[in-house]
């Protein structure tokens, strides 16, 4: 398959220059590591390459900050929370144009991540005044049992690059919320927007030395070092499942509280009975939200066969009228992969599933330019055995395989390891519950493609993980239970 030679549109020269004073007010330094818009290819920044003995003295300075931490009250935590909200929306338009520079999304989808993003703030500060906790009385009545929840102590919180302000957040806030101390991670690809949210987060009144980022070159040496240290008691990961898998390896070393958030391969299934509009609406938004760049991106799109004509040519129109371009102009609907490696899976994967028989309906190439753009693609016909039906896609590529019955399609889409989002499309309601409940998945969209919020336990079951994040439960994550034992007279 060859490249286009279209060319995709460039950042809009206003937006672009409000990105550079953003980031030129971050104040970084011009050694470390390199940060590249995904767009141009252009270096946008550097940032701190921190070895191996300063991540232990930045470590040590949280940990000290999270004694004192611990001790405030519920109502404090709340109302630093509540002041960190308020300054990410004001400084929403700032953190936009940063996401949008350093990852590549179009400036509508950074906006709607802020939204998304500071809204787990928001929910931790209302969560931080309710502390779980109870009273019980044992069987036999000879004694009272109280039950407290206490601060887990210093977390290390490791975050991808899709989204770089809700990952960091979705953690850093109930970590706070728990009244923990953090050393935060950011992907060395997309740190810019973890510095400005963290930055904020002080100026509202979070103690400076309590919530800490890190950056470096050598995640490896890192995590060996950092969650062999006995200092450390919690990691939380999103990531990739084989990274999960190694960060678990050294946790099981320490027996160390762990929350992973991995690699979804998430099914979307269509039933004849369902409304057309919406599940084309839907998939499209599950499988085009962020590029495809997202861990519950429709990853095998199951259709019933007396549907799938109408579908698979709706959602090939919608697909190819997506305006492809970098992300800091207007109307663009696709922006930029994160780097030149995911356009070249795009490519083998499109390849792969054409050469097993699939057929090619739109896009399958490559965006010539100096950025990472691939156009929108749909495939369908793909075979099972397809890499696109095996593998995380993790970009624009609609992969779509026809089904007869009910219990063929929830068959199918229980056919991996993976266990993160799945989707279902129908107008029965008694359906769209029995099928949600028979999915082997962490969450489910029923009649729409984007499931995510902060009141709701994000995560997922099989290899996608373990823990959640969002609601009540995302707290939980960082707090141990305690219980004193008092006897009765
Ligand atoms: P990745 O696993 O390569 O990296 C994730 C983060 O871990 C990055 O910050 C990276 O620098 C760091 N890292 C890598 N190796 C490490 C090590 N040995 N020790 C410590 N840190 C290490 O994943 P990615 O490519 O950045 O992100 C995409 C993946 O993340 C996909 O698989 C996606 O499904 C998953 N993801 C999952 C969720 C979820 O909530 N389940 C959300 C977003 C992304």
Redo the contacts with the bound molecule.
Sequence with gaps: MSSTTTTPTAHDAGSLARADRVVADLGLGADGIPVDDPATGERIATVPDLDVPATLDVLGTADRAGTAWARTSPRERADVLHAWYELLVAYGEDLAHLITREMGKPLAEARAEVAYGSDFVRWYAEEAVRPGGGYRDAPKGDARILTRRAPVGLAVL??????PLA?ATRKIAPAIAAGCAALV????ATPLTTYLAVDLARRAGVPAELVQVVTTSS??A??EAVLRDERVRKVS?????P?GR??LGIAADRVLRTSM????NAPLIVFDDADLERAVDGAFAAKMRNGGQ??IAANRIYVQSGIARDFTDALTERLAGVAVGAGLAEGIGLGPLIDARAVEHMTALTADAVERGARLRTGGVAVDGPGHFFAPTLIEGVPADADVANE?I?GPVAAIQKFTSEQEAIERANATEFG?AGYVFTESLDRALDVADRLETGLVGINQGVPSNAAAP?G?VKQ??LGREGGAEGVEEYESIRFYNIARR
């Design positions: 490791i975050t991808p690059w899709n989204f990952m991670k950011p992907a060395t995640s490896s890192f995590s990961f999103t990531g990739s499942t990274v190694t960060l958030e991995l690699g979804g997202s861990c995380e993790f993160l994000f997922g996608s993980g």
